[in-house]
T-cell receptor, first 113, second 110 residues
Framework: DVKVTQSSRYLVKRTGEKVFLECVQDMDHENMFWYRQDPGLGLRLIYFSYDVKMKEKGDIPEGYSVSREKKERFSLILESASTNQTSMYLC????????????FGEGSWLTVV | RKEVEQDPGPFNVPEGATVAFNCTYSNSASQSFFWYRQDCRKEPKLLMSVYSSGNEDGRFTAQLNRASQYISLLIRDSKLSDSATYLCVVTAPSGQNFVFGPGTRLSVLP
């Protein structure tokens, strides 16, 4: 089974803090993604990466950055958290080893106060 | 026009009913097609891939019409446990990215 692990499930941070969300996948997938999901807005793509050290902006990259130093790990960084970044963040991965189907982690619930 | 559109829902159906979900996509070069299920406050999970020849998995049947750019999901003999949001997903022409529909919420009532 594909495993996508988001290490932080529930976080509460203060406005202006730097926040790191970590994601690890165990299927040697080439592609990794960060989404956020808010009520009524569906899944929105923040950033994705199709290879180590590569990154592409998604639909809503403002206020976020990412890092992919190793193939299995994709980190989302909020340089200075704001209250409008309170959301559920979903990491996902996809690759040839699993028929290019996308698999999600369990999500990270971030509250910025 | 949105890239992937779905029935707005919600659908409220009694147990045992047959329910159909519809999805249209705008990019004719889309490569792969899926239905995902998402329970409240959980991550989306793959329900089934959708093939041009149509495919069935127990009570679930998925159909793809490339000419009309249309995907469907049929659930027969619906169960209480089928209550969830159903997401239509297509891959971008590059094959590297995924486009999600807004989802259709289903509530199966006793």
């Amino acid at each position: 089974d594909v495993k996508v692990t988001q290490s932080s499930r529930y976080l509460v941070k203060r406005t202006g803090e730097k926040v790191f969300l970590e994601c690890v996948q165990d299927m040697d997938h080439e592609n990794m993604f960060w989404y956020r999901q808010d009520p009524g807005l569906g899944l929105r793509l923040i950033y994705f990466s199709y290879d180590v050290k590569m990154k592409e902006k998604g639909d809503i990259p403002e206020g976020y950055s990412v890092s992919r130093e190793k193939k299995e790990r994709f980190s989302l960084i909020l340089e200075s958290a704001s209250t409008n970044q309170t959301s559920m963040y979903l990491c996902a991965s996809a690759g040839h080893s699993s028929g290019n189907t996308i698999y999600f982690g369990e999500g990270s619930w971030l509250t910025v106060v | 026009r949105k890239e992937v559109e779905q029935d707005p829902g919600p659908f409220n159906v009694p147990e045992g009913a047959t329910v159909a979900f519809n999805c249209t996509y705008s990019n004719s070069a889309s490569q792969s097609f899926f239905w995902y299920r998402q329970d409240c406050r959980k991550e989306p999970k793959l329900l089934m891939s959708v093939y041009s020849s149509g495919n069935e998995d127990g009570r679930f049947t998925a159909q793809l019409n490339r000419a009309s750019q249309y995907i469907s999901l049929l659930i027969r003999d619906s169960k209480l446990s089928d209550s969830a949001t159903y997401l239509c997903v297509v891959t971008a022409p590059s094959g590297q990215n995924f486009v999600f529909g807004p989802g259709t919420r289903l509530s199966v009532l006793p």
